[in-house]
C-alpha cells in the first residue's frame, strides 16, 4: 500500500475540502461552489429515514438546508483538521459557538469555573442569560487554588488560552489533568491559535471554540463560529443543542472561509513576524512598560509558548506609561491602524482597553497605566512601526499635533 504522502497541515489545508470528481467525467473544479438549500429531496422514504438515523446517532446528515450541504461539511472537515477533531458544529460567530457550548454542557443548578481572562462577551452571556437560567459561574485567575473552587454541581471548566487582552499562556496540559480528576469537561477558546499554531484538544481539552471570523476567515468579511471536540459523548449533546436552537450560517460565509483558510499558513507566519518586528521596536520606547506577547522573549508565558505552540500571530497588547488622555492622543494619531474591535483580517488594528475591561483581569498589574491592544497586519513592517512612532510622538508631546 503507498504511503500517505500527507504529513503536515500546511498540505492539508491545501487538499482538505476541495471539489470531488465527477464519476461520469473524470473533472472537477478546484474549490467547491456555495451550495444554498433550503429544502433536500429524498428519492424515498427509505432514503430520508436513514438519513434521519444518521443524524440521531451524532453523524453529519442533512434533512433540512439549515443544518447545511456540502460547502458546509467540507469547512467542518477543515475544522477537524485544524484542531485534531472528529466532530466540528458551525455557528454564526464565535460568540455564538461560546454559547453552544454553555448550553450544550451546563443545565439549570450547574457551575462552572471560568477563566477571568475569557473574551469579554462571556461576562454579559453570564449576566444576560447564564443566571437567569440557574447556572452559576465562578471566574478565577491562573493564580488561584482551583481545588477550592470545585463544587459537587460544577460539570464545566471554560477557558481561553492565551487570554483576550493581556494574552497570558494557561497550562492547559494541568488543567485537563484537574478537569479529567473532577470529572469535569474542559472547553478552550482558540480564537488565537485557530488550530494552526496551537491546539488544545491535542494538549488534553474535550473542547475547542474557534472564532472563523479571525484567521480562518483572514479578510473581515465573514462571520463564523466553530465549535470542535474528539469526544463522542460531548459531540451528541453539542450535535442535539444546535440542532434544537436552530443554528445556521450561510453558504457564502462558509465558502470565504474555506477560500480564506487556504491562505492560513502563510498569512499567519506574516503575522507573527510582522509582530515580531514591532516588539523590538517598542521595547526601546521609554513610553512602553511591558509588551504583553507570548512568542516575545520577554513575556512571562513565553516558556509555556514555547512548549505548547507551534507559532504565532499578530496580537499583542502594549502598557503605556502614559494618562488616559495621552493614550488616547496615541490611539488617534494612527494612521494605519483601523480603531475597531475584531482581528485576524490583512489589516492592522487597534483597540484602547478601558478601566472597567481591565478591572476584570487579575493578571493586569499595570496600575493607572494605558493599555492598548494591537493587531499587526500585512503592511509592510517598516511603515507600520514609523506610524507606531509618529503616534507615541504625538502622545508623548515630543512632536507637535
Same mark, same amino acid.
Given at each position: ?114 477563566? *477571568?481572562?475569557?473574551? +469579554?462577551? /462571556?461576562?454579559?452571556? #453570564? @449576566?444576560?442569560?447564564?443566571? &437567569? %437560567? =440557574? ?85 473581515? *468579511?465573514?462571520?463564523? +463560529?466553530? /465549535?470542535?471536540?474528539? #469526544? @463522542?459523548?460531548?459531540?451528541? &449533546? %453539542? =450535535? ?162
Amino acid at each position: 500500500m503507498a504511503k500517505d504522502p500527507v504529513s503536515h497541515i500546511d498540505t492539508l489545508l491545501q487538499h482538505t475540502g476541495t471539489a470531488p470528481f465527477n464519476p461520469q467525467t473524470g473533472a472537477a473544479p478546484v474549490n467547491l461552489p456555495s451550495m444554498r438549500a433550503s429544502t433536500v429531496r429524498f428519492q424515498n422514504l427509505d432514503a430520508l429515514e436513514a438519513t434521519q438515523r444518521r443524524k440521531a446517532s451524532g453523524q453529519r446528515a442533512a434533512t433540512y438546508g439549515r443544518m447545511g450541504m456540502d460547502t458546509h461539511a467540507a469547512l467542518e472537515q477543515v475544522f477537524c483538521e485544524l484542531e485534531g477533531g472528529t466532530h466540528a458544529y458551525l455557528a454564526s460567530s464565535g460568540m455564538s459557538g461560546i454559547t453552544l457550548v454553555m448550553l450544550s454542557l451546563l443545565s439549570a443548578g450547574d457551575h462552572a469555573l471560568v477563566a *477571568d481572562c475569557v473574551y +469579554g462577551p /462571556v461576562y454579559e452571556l #453570564d @449576566a444576560a442569560l447564564l443566571k &437567569r %437560567l =440557574n447556572i452559576e459561574i465562578t471566574y478565577f485567575s491562573a493564580d488561584d487554588d482551583l481545588e477550592s473552587l470545585v463544587r459537587p454541581n460544577t460539570r464545566l471548566l471554560y477557558v481561553e488560552s492565551p487570554g483576550s487582552l493581556l494574552f497570558q499562556m494557561l497550562d492547559i496540559p494541568a488543567l485537563a489533568a484537574f478537569a479529567r480528576s473532577h470529572d469535569l469537561v474542559l472547553a478552550c477558546d482558540n480564537t488565537w491559535g485557530s488550530g494552526y499554531i496551537y491546539q488544545p484538544l491535542k494538549l488534553g481539552a474535550h473542547v475547542s471554540v474557534v472564532a472563523g471570523t479571525k484567521y480562518v476567515g483572514g479578510h473581515s *468579511d465573514l462571520m463564523l +463560529g466553530a /465549535v470542535v471536540t474528539n #469526544d @463522542a459523548e460531548v459531540a451528541q &449533546r %453539542l =450535535n442535539r443543542t444546535q440542532y434544537a436552537m436552530g443554528y445556521s450560517i450561510s453558504a457564502d460565509d462558509a465558502w470565504l472561509a474555506l477560500r480564506g483558510v487556504r491562505t492560513l499558513p502563510i498569512r499567519m507566519a506574516q503575522h507573527a513576524n510582522h509582530a515580531l518586528q514591532v516588539c523590538e521596536f517598542l521595547a526601546g520606547r521609554p513610553e512602553v512598560a511591558r509588551i504583553y506577547h507570548p512568542a516575545w522573549r520577554d513575556d512571562t508565558g513565553h516558556a509555556l509558548w514555547q512548549r505548547d505552540c507551534t507559532g504565532s500571530n499578530g496580537m499583542l497588547a502594549v502598557e503605556l506609561r502614559l494618562s488616559p488622555e495621552a493614550s488616547r492622543r496615541f490611539v488617534d494619531a494612527l494612521q494605519l491602524f483601523g480603531i475597531g474591535f475584531s482581528w485576524g483580517g490583512f489589516e492592522s488594528l487597534v483597540q484602547w482597553v478601558t478601566r472597567g475591561e481591565l478591572a476584570r483581569h487579575r493578571y493586569w498589574t499595570g496600575g493607572d497605566h494605558a493599555l492598548v491592544r494591537l493587531h499587526i497586519g500585512l503592511e509592510n513592517p517598516a511603515d507600520v512601526i514609523a506610524d507606531l512612532s509618529q503616534a507615541l510622538d504625538q502622545a508623548s508631546g515630543s512632536q507637535p499635533q
